[in-house]
C-alpha cells in the first residue's frame, strides 16, 4: 500500500464511506471486496460471514476468487483456515496457505494459485461476525501495515454487518428480510410497559429520504405548490397542539412552537424557491434544501441540536405529503389505519405525531433514532404509552403490518413473534392487568411489612405533578425528587423567576401537608439546555448540577428565590443540592440559599405572610461524599441518595453508553454495600436519609434497600402501588438475611438469583420473572 499514516486512514474512511452507503449488503460486501483488492494491490479480497444456525462460514463475496462459488462455499466453524480465524478471534498470517495443517481445499474457489493468506475475523460486541481475507500468489507473509489495516477495516464494517444482520438481510434464501421469521430487536427503555400490537408506520409511502428528485420548467406552479403545502402544514400543527391541550403538559406542548418557528423561518422558504427557479419540482426542492440542513444539525455534537434535526425532518415529510396532496388533487395522508391496537413506528417519533394517532389504539412506540432523552419519550411516558427508542437495527417499512410484541422496561422488541412467545407475552400482559388490578385495590392500604415496619413511599416527579400523581394514591403524597431540569430543557430561554414560582408553587399546593423536596437545576451531563450550549469531551465528569450553578450564581439565586417565593405560607418545601462531591459547594450554596431566603423574607414581612425556612438537603450520587459524611452531616438536614449516578460514578461506567450498558448495574455488591455504608453513617450522625433512584421502585432494590435501613423510598408514580404491595407481603427480617447474601455475593448476576428466589417464596415471583 502507499503513503504513510495520513493516506491509510482517508483510504480506510473512504472505503467505509462508500460501502455504507450502498444499500444492499451483498453489494456492499462485493464493493468492500473489490476496494480493499485495488488499494492493497492484492491478487483477492473474500468475506465470509457467520451463519450460527448451520455453524458455519458463508462465502458472501470475493473479488479475486470464483465468482460463482459465493454463497455455494460453506465452511464448518471448525473447518479450514476461515474456521481457524473464526475460531481464534484473531488474524492469521500465512506465507503458504496449502502447507497449514488446518489448510481445507473447496474446489469451487478456485484459490489453487494463491499462497500467502491474510484472513481476520469480523466482531461485533464479542461475536464473531465473519472473516475476510486477503490471498496473493506470491510466497511472503503479508506486512504489519497489512495485518493492521485489515484489522482496523474489519473493525470498522462489523457494526453494519451486525445491523444487516438484525435486519435479517444475511438470509441466504432471500439477502432481504424474511416476514414470518421472529426477530428480536434492541432498543432503549423509553416508556415503562409492555404492549402488543401490529407495527403501523404513519408516512412509509412518501417521504424525503425516499423521494426520488425531479426536474420541472413550470416554476411558478411549482412555488405555489410549496407555499399551499407550507400552510396546509401551518393548519394542521395548530390543530395537532390544540388536540394535545389537556392530554400532557404545557411544557411538552412548548415543542409545537418549534414548529411554527421553523415554518415561519423565512430562509427555509427562501431556500427552497430558490431551488425551484434552478429547475427542480417542489418536493425535490424541499428533499435538496431539508437534508442538507438536517445533515448541518446531525453533525453537530450537541445532542440537542442533533434533535433538532429531527424535528425539521418530521417537519418537512409533513410538507411533503402537503405539497403531494397538491400535486395530486387528493390527501396522500389517508392510508388505511388499522382499526387494532398498533405500535407506531417512524424513523423519528416526533411529538404530532404521537398528538396525530388515536389513543384508543396506540399500545406502544418504536422509535428508530432517539433517545431516552428526546421529546418523543418525554411525551410517551407524559400519555402512559410503552415506548422503546433507538431500535437502530430496523426500519420502520420492516415493521410496518409486522406483529409486534414491545417491553418498554427493557428497551426490546420481538417481531413476528413464535406461537409460544406470543402466548407468554399475552399471559405476561394479563398477569400485568390483574396483579395490576389487584394492587390497585390495596394501594390504600399502609405501606407495612408482615413484622410491621412502616416504610414510607414518595414519588419522583418532574414532567407535572398532576400527570404524575395521578395515578398513584388517592391521597396527596410526598415528592421525594422534583426534577426542575425538564421544564428548563423544554423551554428556548432560561424561565423566569415569575414562571418558576407559577410551576412551583403548583407543586407545593399538590400535597401541602407533605414533604416536597426540590432539586436545583441538575443539566450538563445527559441534560443539555438548547439555549446555553456545553460542549465537553467527557459531560458526566465536566460541568454539571451544583458546578454549573454555583459558577452561575445569578441563575441559582433566581430558582431558589423562586422557590421560596412559591412556598410563602407552606410548610413543605425542601431544597435538594445535586451533583455535591465537596464540603465547599455545600457552603457557598448554603451561603446563597441564606441570601435568597432574606429576600424573599423580606418579600413576605411587607405582605403579612409567614416564610418558612425551607430545609436543605444534599444528593449523594458522587462517591467522594462516602467520605465526607460525618462532616456534611452537620452542614445539612437530609440525604437523599441518587444510585443512578452513585452507580455511574462507582463503577466507572457512562449511564448513557449502550456499549457498556450490561456494566451498569445498581445490584453491582459494590453498590449495595455503597448504599448500605450510607445508611449506617446517616443514622450514626442522626440525619434523614432517603433514597430516589431507580432502584427504589424495584421490587427486589426496595426489600434490599428495606433491609439496610432505609425507611423512606421515592420512586417514579408509576412503581408506588407494586412496591407498596411488595412491601407489605414481605418480613423485615428476612429482607435483612437477602441483604447478607447480596452483599457476599460475587456478582449482580448472584445477587438477582438470590433476590428471584425469595421473592418467588413470598409469591412475588411475577412481579420479577423473566419479562413480567
Ligand atoms: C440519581 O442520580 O439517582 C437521580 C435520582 O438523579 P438523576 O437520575 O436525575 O440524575
Ligand atoms: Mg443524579
Given at each position: 500500500m502507499q503513503g504513510g499514516k495520513g493516506s491509510i486512514l482517508t483510504v480506510l474512511k473512504s472505503i467505509v464511506q462508500e460501502v455504507n452507503q450502498i444499500p444492499r449488503l451483498t453489494d456492499a460486501l462485493f464493493r468492500l471486496a473489490a476496494r480493499v483488492k485495488e488499494t492493497m494491490q492484492v491478487d483477492s479480497c473474500s468475506i465470509y460471514l457467520a451463519d450460527y444456525t448451520h455453524q458455519e462460514f458463508i462465502?458472501?463475496?470475493?473479488?479475486?476468487?470464483?465468482?460463482?462459488?459465493v454463497e455455494r462455499v460453506k465452511i464448518g466453524f471448525s473447518e479450514g483456515l476461515i474456521g481457524l480465524v473464526g475460531q481464534r478471534e484473531e488474524p492469521l498470517n500465512i506465507e503458504n496457505a496449502h502447507q497449514h495443517p488446518r489448510f481445507k481445499h473447496?474446489?469451487?474457489?478456485?484459490?489453487?494459485?494463491?499462497n500467502a493468506f491474510l484472513g481476520t475475523p469480523i466482531i461485533h460486541q464479542r461475536k464473531v461476525l465473519g472473516v475476510i481475507t486477503m490471498q496473493q500468489s506470491a510466497m511472503r507473509k503479508f506486512s504489519e501495515d497489512e495485518e493492521a489495516f485489515l484489522v482496523t477495516l474489519a473493525a470498522q464494517i462489523a457494526l453494519e454487518i451486525s445491523n444487516a444482520e438484525t435486519r435479517g438481510a444475511?438470509?441466504?434464501?432471500?439477502?432481504?428480510?424474511?416476514?414470518n421469521m421472529q426477530k428480536n430487536v434492541r432498543g432503549v427503555p423509553g416508556s415503562p410497559g409492555l404492549a402488543m400490537g401490529v407495527g403501523y408506520s404513519p408516512?412509509?409511502?412518501?417521504?424525503l429520504k425516499t423521494w426520488v428528485v425531479k426536474q420541472s420548467t413550470n416554476n411558478q406552479r411549482e412555488i405555489d405548490f410549496y407555499r399551499k403545502g407550507v400552510e396546509a402544514t401551518r393548519a394542521q400543527v395548530e390543530v395537532l397542539s390544540d388536540r394535545l391541550e389537556g392530554q400532557v403538559p404545557d411544557d411538552v406542548r412548548a415543542i409545537f412552537q418549534l414548529y411554527h418557528q421553523l415554518l415561519d423561518a423565512n430562509s427555509l422558504g427562501r431556500e427552497v424557491e430558490a431551488k425551484i427557479r434552478e429547475g427542480w419540482d417542489a418536493a425535490s426542492s424541499l428533499k435538496l434544501v431539508v437534508e442538507a440542513y438536517a445533515a448541518r444539525f446531525e453533525a453537530m455534537e450537541d445532542p440537542y441540536m442533533q434533535e433538532r434535526a429531527i424535528d425539521i425532518v418530521d417537519l418537512s415529510n409533513r410538507i411533503l405529503l402537503n405539497i403531494l396532496s397538491e400535486v395530486k388533487g387528493k390527501?396522500?395522508?389517508?392510508?388505511?389505519?388499522?382499526?387494532?391496537p398498533c405500535i407506531l413506528v417512524a424513523e423519528e417519533v416526533s411529538a404530532p405525531m404521537l398528538a396525530e394517532?388515536?389513543?384508543?389504539?396506540?399500545a406502544g412506540i418504536i422509535s428508530i433514532k432517539g433517545s431516552n432523552n428526546s421529546h418523543a419519550a418525554i411525551l410517551a411516558r407524559a400519555m402512559g404509552v410503552p415506548a422503546v427508542m433507538g431500535?437502530?437495527?430496523?426500519s420502520p417499512t420492516l415493521l410496518e403490518h409486522k406483529e409486534i410484541l414491545l417491553d418498554g422496561y427493557a428497551g426490546e422488541v420481538i417481531v413476528s413473534p413464535e406461537k409460544a412467545i406470543r402466548a407468554e407475552f399475552s399471559q405476561l400482559i394479563e398477569e400485568e392487568r390483574l396483579l395490576s388490578v389487584r394492587i390497585d385495590s390495596e394501594?390504600?392500604?399502609?405501606?407495612?411489612?408482615?413484622?410491621?415496619c412502616e416504610i414510607s413511599l414518595m414519588v419522583n416527579a418532574g414532567l407535572s405533578t398532576e400527570l404524575e400523581t395521578?395515578?398513584?394514591?388517592s391521597k396527596p403524597i410526598g415528592i421525594g425528587?422534583?426534577?426542575?431540569?425538564i421544564p428548563f430543557m423544554l423551554r428556548e430561554r432560561f424561565p423566569s423567576e415569575s414562571e418558576q414560582v407559577v410551576l412551583y408553587r403548583k407543586i407545593l399546593e399538590s400535597a401541602p401537608d407533605s414533604e416536597i423536596a426540590m432539586r436545583t437545576l441538575d443539566v450538563g451531563g445527559d441534560k443539555p439546555l438548547p439555549y446555553f450550549p456545553i460542549t465537553e469531551e467527557n459531560p458526566f465528569l465536566g460541568w454539571r448540577g451544583i458546578r454549573l450553578t454555583l459558577d452561575h450564581p445569578e441563575i441559582f439565586l433566581v430558582q431558589i428565590r423562586a422557590m421560596l417565593r412559591a412556598s410563602?405560607?407552606?410548610?413543605?418545601l425542601s431544597i435538594m443540592l445535586p451533583?455535591?462531591?465537596?464540603?465547599a459547594e455545600v457552603n457557598e450554596a448554603r451561603r446563597l440559599v441564606e441570601q435568597a431566603f432574606f429576600e424573599v423574607e423580606e418579600e413576605a414581612r411587607h405582605q403579612g405572610v409567614t416564610l418558612y425556612r425551607p430545609r436543605l438537603g444534599i444528593m449523594?450520587?458522587?462517591?467522594?461524599v462516602l467520605y465526607q459524611l460525618p462532616q456534611l452531616a452537620k452542614k445539612v438536614d437530609f440525604f437523599s441518595v441518587g444510585s443512578n449516578d452513585l452507580t455511574q460514578y462507582l463503577l466507572a461506567v457512562?449511564?448513557?453508553?449502550s456499549r457498556v450498558a450490561s456494566l451498569y448495574?445498581?445490584?453491582?455488591p459494590a453498590v449495595l454495600s455503597a448504599l448500605f455504608d450510607i445508611v449506617k453513617q446517616a443514622d450514626q450522625h442522626h440525619v434523614p436519609v432517603s433514597i430516589c433512584g431507580e432502584?427504589?421502585?424495584?421490587p427486589g432494590g426496595a426489600v434490599l434497600l428495606m433491609g439496610m435501613g432505609y425507611r423512606k423510598l421515592s420512586m417514579n408514580a408509576f412503581n408506588l402501588r407494586k412496591i407498596n404491595w411488595v412491601i407489605r407481603n414481605v418480613n423485615l427480617s428476612e429482607a435483612q438475611a437477602l441483604l447478607s447474601r447480596a452483599l457476599t455475593s460475587d456478582s449482580y448476576e448472584e445477587v438477582y438469583h438470590h433476590i428471584n428466589q425469595y421473592l418467588e417464596k413470598r409469591g412475588l415471583g411475577g412481579l420479577v420473572r423473566a419479562g413480567s
Open positions: 462465502l458472501k463475496a470475493t473479488d479475486g476468487l470464483a465468482r460463482d462459488a473447496y474446489p469451487e474457489v478456485k484459490e489453487e494459485h494463491y444475511l438470509n441466504p434464501h432471500a439477502g432481504m428480510y424474511v416476514g408516512h412509509a409511502a412518501y417521504t390527501s396522500v395522508f389517508e392510508r388505511d389505519r388499522p382499526q387494532q394517532f388515536p389513543k384508543a389504539i396506540l431500535c437502530q437495527n430496523v394501594a390504600d392500604k399502609a405501606c407495612e411489612t408482615l413484622d410491621g395521578a395515578t398513584t394514591s425528587l422534583y426534577r426542575t431540569e410563602i405560607g407552606l410548610k413543605n451533583m455535591i462531591s465537596s464540603v449523594l450520587e458522587v462517591p467522594s457512562d449511564r448513557n453508553n448495574n445498581t445490584y453491582h432502584i427504589a421502585g424495584e
